[in-house]
């Protein structure tokens, strides 16, 4: 492996009204999803990345997608979690 793709994915909150990082990661998750690279092929020692104007760019391979779960426990109105 002399060449990898390197993602860098940067979250910005506007507004806090609760569960901020069930959100963050479902826009995460989304945005992932919806990401396409461009197609490489390589031949020897050389890599070659195709523009999208050449071929169709791909989606990425997302093998296990994550889930991110918040909760609590009420006791007559009484936040107990």
């Known amino acids: 492996g002399k060449s990898v793709w390197s993602i860098r994915v940067d979250v910005t909150v506007l507004d806090n009204d609760g569960n901020v990082l069930d959100c963050s990661l479902l826009a995460v998750l989304l945005a992932l999803l919806n990401c396409r690279r461009p197609v490489v092929s390589i031949q020897g020692d050389d890599v070659i990345v195709h523009p999208s104007e ?7 391979s997302i093998h296990h997608i994550p889930v991110c779960l918040s909760y609590a426990l009420f006791d007559e109105s009484r936040i107990l979690v």
């Open 54 to 60: 050449e071929r169709e760019p791909v989606p990425l």
